[in-house]
Structures are given as structure tokens and as C-alpha cells.
């Protein structure tokens, strides 16, 4: 259940004193044979030192390993936190060398995750590194270990694996969206032992990224850090060696994906509600994603959830905001599956709704087309208030 | 100090029940000798039929009357709620009647904010509007009475004047976005004395909504009955009968709308700070307020700032989600006044950075050209969650 389900991988997560307590240095090696790998990054035109280094390593789809670091983004640091990410990579591919391995710094992803603005600790880091490697294993605990070692203000580690008969998919992630600021980010690594090109991983991952993690919105804020990275070792028994049947691998990738994704809107801080946002009878899959995550950022709508008030005028106010075309006198909306919004308006008695339960569909029909999409959210509370506001930087 | 503040205007507000306390029916009457206005309404899909309603009224730029009510924002309602709104126009055309005027319903203008998805109680509201005629009056009193008469959470009545010699421009306004949910709605009645034509007025009221109250950006959520309705009477003593002086007029005008927007940011509901987020160095005006209003719109931020935190990585990140074209190492961020953040990197001391006062100024300067623009916002806060959840609809 981890990144180290697949073969081929093994993994190490260790204390090397970033935060105040816990894991904060993770390693995870692909011994191979293939080292492909591919990755999406955040959009956000403020791209963390580390983002600005992996992609660059990534542009020949290759990579030996990843390093990744709690307790500081080093995002908005400069050249000199360029610098640190360009150390942390020299450093792991230095130890992984002695032992034996012929690793390049420029083959190193790195992957840092906390507050912005403010340098690594350096000091503590490299030796982190040292002691990660010297731990690396194979095993779900070394997994286990990695996924711990990522976690920010997330209350328990995220892992997910999907087995198939030629190949394994696994997963670990931490952070939902910029839900936890200064501590923020969402960084996920999927490791495979299927055989696949590079370019087929890359249009497998960015297939499942599109329905996944990029429907997540728990809180409208995107991260410098964001960062999704799959990497492939081809080092399965059973592999198909004439390549893996690539809609199977899709699936799966897809499915550990969303798995990570539930997990981290479940795990979003402070809040009551995990809530599903789907839009149905739009014009384009484009569209009802646009009218799904327009409710999904509307603070009245979530403030309304939290209060249990199935308050379907918020709903349809923030349907009204986009541009989708679509008449307004034709749009249902049902929450918990009460169709409390008929035609545009009053439905079905709103005080059938049940919202006690974590759990919260929302459900529109535009009445305008074919096409659907989902977005998860959370709920805006007095504990995302808190956590947010009172947390000392 | 109201719309009555100009010449050739009565106005009332009296208590017709339609809310729990206080007025909630307003009336204002423009006894010409010009009945020319222009209106800018809201661009939510599901607008209300109110909105529906006067935009058709105002296709010939002339009313005689609006007739607003707070309790009821008659939206999502239908046929029926059309029907209601078409009731109240005729009901005051009627009333205004039988004083002598010859009104058309279709030459009636009419606003409502309060609950959406509810019919109003025409049963209250159209002895109310019988009320107000009878007690309309061209004093200050008539007009804060009316001020007083569309509040919902508002704590208190939002007027505001300037004089010039041959003209002068009285308004007032109710709710800032949709911070007050289903009480929501901000609504805006400008009048003025000045000899005018109806283009003329269309073109200064839309110039002076462009940066006053479109630049008021409380919570990110636009309401399906927002109205600014501006009225022209041309009877002021000294006025320019070869027409008004336009640049002074539109700067009049956008004064007054720019001390109704502060008042109306400063009420917020929930808020503990009034926030000027200004970017310049912009390539464009646009590029500008996407700038300022993707920071304006940051939950993180708003909660940074509830908290006392200057937490200028939020405020970057909000930035780097925009497709604006700059130099992330180029950005510099003042917030009151220390620059805190230069380079895209780490700048003075935050700690010199005082946010105790209600007040917070946000200076981005982005480097990348000569352009600015300013978005009105307030901080996120425990009240503002427990307003929007606790409210019982």
C-alpha cells in the first residue's frame, strides 16, 4: 500500500530535525531497469526553487530518484535557495553512488513542502539525506516511512496502491491544495513496475492528474510546491514485455490517483465536510467543470454547509456567475438527493436534507447537454479559520 | 446627505412587515422636469425579476419612480415572482396616479434583496408601498428613512452627497456582495439635479461603477438582484441648461460612488479589516485587477490577515495563479508600507509590519509596466464563518 508496492523501488523516510518533531527527509530510488518518469507541476508563475530544478531534470523523462522534504517549501528564496535544491540533489546522487549506483545530480527530483520565504536548513537536511539512503528499503515500512516523512499538518500519511496482473501501481501523497499555507502544498509520487514508454506514462499521468487531483479544490488556492510525479521501473515478474495494455494502466493509475485525492480532501484541516460537487447535462465536460468548481469556491456555499443549511440560492448564485451557456429556468439541483431547486427554482421541501454526515453530494442538472464533471471540496469553517489565521509564521 | 440631497426628488421608507424589524419598503419618486437614468444590473445568469423587470423599464433610459424592498429578494421564483414584481410597479404607478403624476407601471423601477428562493409577502409589501406614497418627502429625512428601508445586515444606513455649483449628487446603497447571503445584495440608487442627457448619465454611471463598486470585492460572490440605478432630475436652480460639465459630473459622480463602496466595505459583515490590495507596475489596467482581485479573492490570505500575519508568501501566491505577464524576480509587496517582500524574495522584516489597526494597505508592485488598479476587500474571519453558517434560512 505505498511506493514501494511496485518492484523495483525502495524507500526510506527519517528525522533529520526540519520541523519541531517527526519525519521530514523521504527518499525513493528506481532500481529499474527503466528509469522513465514524467510529472506535472504547479502553474503558479512563483514556482518553488525545487520545481524549478525537477522539471529540468525531467526534460529527458529520466529519473534514478526524489528526494523530498518537509518543514520548508524553499519557494521564493532566489538563487540561493536554487542553489540548496542543487545541493540536496548532489548530495543523494553522492550517497547513492557509494553505494555503487551510477546516479547524476541532473537525474534527482526534488520535492520540498512548508513555509514560503524562508531558507532550508541546510545543516539538518544533507545529513538527513545521508541517513535516508543508509535506511532505503524495499519494503512497505520503508514506504510507509517516506509517506510519513512528506506530511505537513496532515493527520495521518496517504498511501494507495492498485495490483494488476502485470503490473503494480503505488502512491503516496500529502496536502490538499494550499490548505495548510505556510505549510502548504500537494506533492505526490506514483512509482510503477510496469513496462511503458516515457511518453506513455506522461499521457497516462496527465490523463489521471486532469479527473483527480486537479478536481480537488478545497480551498481555491494553488501552491509554488504542487508537484505530481510518476516514475516507472518495468522491473515487474510478470511484466508484458511487449508493453503494458495501456487503457489497463490508465485505470489504475487513475484509480490510485483518486484514491490519494478522497484521502486528502477527507484529511483537508479544519474541515466538517467533505463535499462531492457534480455537474451533469452540461455543453462540454469543460463546462461543468467550470460550474462545479465555481460552487465548489463560493465561500456562501460552503459557510452554508457547514451551518447544514442545504442553502440551494447559494448554489445556483455561483451557477450564475460563470459563462456557461444554459437556461436558467431548466437547472435542478439536488443535495443528499433531495431535489430541493426545480426549474430554476423551489423544489422539493428543503428540510428533507440531511447534511450530519461528512459526506455531501451536490448534484446540477443544466439541463444543457451531455456532458459531467465532479469537483471535491471542503466546507469553510471556524477550524479552517483558526488554523489559518492563528497559525505564526 | 441622501437621494434627496438634489432637487426635484421625494423619497420614503416605512415598516410594511416583510422582515422581522424596521422598514423595509422604500420609494423614490424623480418629479423631473427630466425622468432620465441609466442602471447597471447584476451579470448573474439567474437574475432576479426585479432585475428582469427594470431592465426592460429602463430600455427607453426614463423612469419616473423605483420602489425597493428589503426582506424578499424575489429571485428563483418564476413566473409567479415576476408576476409579483410586475404587481408592485403597478401597484406604485397607481398610487402616484391618484396624486396627480401619470405614471406607467412600465416607468417603474423596482429592487428587492433579501432571501432568494422565497415569494415575497405581497400581502405586506403592496399596503406598504400605498404607505410610502403618502409619505414621500423631498427632505434629508425622506431620504435617510428610504436609506434606512433597504438594509438587511447592514448596521446602519449608507448615504452620501457632493455639491457643485450647478448640480449636485445624492445616493445611497445596502449589503457589499454577497456577504450577507441570503440577506444579500448590494444595491445603489444615485440621483442628481444636473441637466443630463440619458446617454451622458449611461456613460458616467457606467465609468464610475467600473472602479468603485466592480472594485469592491468582499467575498468573491455576486448576487442575483445587484443594482445600481442612477436618476436625473435637471432641476437643480443653477443648472447648466446647455448641459452639464461631463468630466466634473462623472468625477461627482464617481465620488459619491466610491464613499458609498468604502461605507459599504467598512459594514462588511464579519470583517475586522478593510483591505486595499493596489497593484501597479502592471502591463495593463486589467492585468492590474486580475492581479489585485486573485489576492482579494485568497482565503489564505484574508485568514492571514484576520490573524495579524503579514504573510506576504500568501499574498505571492495569489499573484503567481494569474496568467499576468511578469518577472516573478521582479516583485516587490509593501503591506503598510513595509516593503516585506522584494525580488520576489524575502525583503524587510515582517515583524515591523503593524496590522492592529482596521485599516490594511497592499502595495504589489509588479514591474512590468505603468498600469494599476485597486480592489476593496475584508480579511476572513470566525464571524464572517459563523454570519454565513449560523444564519437559519
Known amino acids: 500500500m505505498s511506493v514501494t508496492a511496485p518492484h523495483g523501488f525502495s524507500a526510506a523516510g527519517v528525522t533529520a530535525g526540519l520541523k519541531s518533531s517527526g519525519r521530514d527527509v523521504a527518499v525513493l530510488v528506481n532500481h529499474g531497469p527503466t528509469k522513465h518518469a514524467a510529472a506535472v507541476f504547479t502553474t503558479n508563475s512563483f514556482a518553488a526553487a525545487p520545481v524549478l530544478w525537477s522539471r529540468q ?14 518543514g520548508g517549501a524553499n519557494a521564493c528564496t532566489g538563487p540561493e535557495g536554487f542553489q540548496d535544491t542543487h545541493a540536496t540533489a548532489e548530495r543523494l546522487a553522492e550517497q547513492l553512488s557509494t553505494t555503487g549506483a551510477d546516479v547524476s545530480a541532473t537525474d534527482v527530483v526534488v520535492c520540498s513542502t512548508g513555509l514560503i520565504g524562508e531558507r532550508l536548513n541546510m545543516e539538518a537536511l544533507l545529513p ?31 498511501v494507495a496502491e492498485v ?3 502485470h503490473f503494480t501501481v503505488g502512491g503516496m501523497a500529502k496536502g490538499a491544495g494550499m490548505l495548510a499555507p505556510g505549510m502548504a502544498t500537494m506533492l505526490a509520487v506514483l512509482t510503477t513496475d510496469a513496462v511503458i514508454s516515457p511518453a506513455e506514462l506522461d499521457a497516462a499521468l496527465r490523463k489521471a492528474v486532469r479527473v483527480t487531483f486537479n478536481r480537488a479544490d478545497s480551498d481555491g488556492c494553488m501552491s509554488t510546491n504542487d508537484t505530481v510525479l510518476a516514475m516507472a521501473s518495468g522491473a515487474h515478474p510478470q511484466a508484458d514485455h511487449a508493453g503494458v495494455d495501456l487503457t489497463e494502466f490508465e485505470n489504475a493509475l487513475t484509480g490510485v490517483c483518486a484514491d490519494l485525492t478522497r484521502q486528502l480532501i477527507n484529511d483537508a484541516e479544519g474541515a466538517a465536510h467533505t463535499i462531492e460537487v457534480r455537474t451533469v447535462g452540461a455543453p462540454s465536460e469543460a463546462d461543468a467543470e467550470t460550474v462545479s468548481r465555481a ?8 459557510t452554508a454547509i457547514f451551518g447544514q443549511d442545504p442553502n440551494w440560492g447559494r448554489i445556483l448564485s ?11 429556468g431548466a437547472v435542478n439541483v439536488a443535495v443528499n438527493g433531495v431535489w430541493i431547486c426545480r426549474g430554476g427554482g423551489i423544489g422539493e421541501d428543503r428540510s428533507l436534507v440531511d447534511l450530519t454526515e461528512r459526506g455531501v453530494h451536490v448534484l446540477i442538472d443544466l439541463g444543457a447537454g451531455d456532458a459531467e464533471a465532479t469537483i471535491l471540496t471542503n466546507d469553510l469553517t471556524h477550524d479552517y479559520v483558526h488554523e489559518n489565521s492563528a497559525y505564526s509564521t
Chains 1, 2 share one sequence.
Open 57 to 70: 531534470v525531467l526534460s529527458d523523462a529520466r529519473t534514478d530518484a526524489v528526494v523530498l522534504n518537509s
Open 128 to 158: 538527513g539525506v545521508d541517513q535516508a539512503v543508509a535506511e532505503l528499503s524495499p519494503t512497505a515500512a520503508g514506504g510507509i516511512a517516506a509517506a510519513e516523512a512528506i506530511m505537513t499538518t496532515d493527520s495521518h500519511h496517504k
Open 163 to 165: 495490483r494488476r496482473e
Open 295 to 302: 460552487v465548489a469556491r463560493s465561500n456562501l456555499f460552503k
Open 318 to 328: 455561483a451557477v450564475g456567475t460563470t459563462e456557461v451557456a444554459f437556461d436558467p
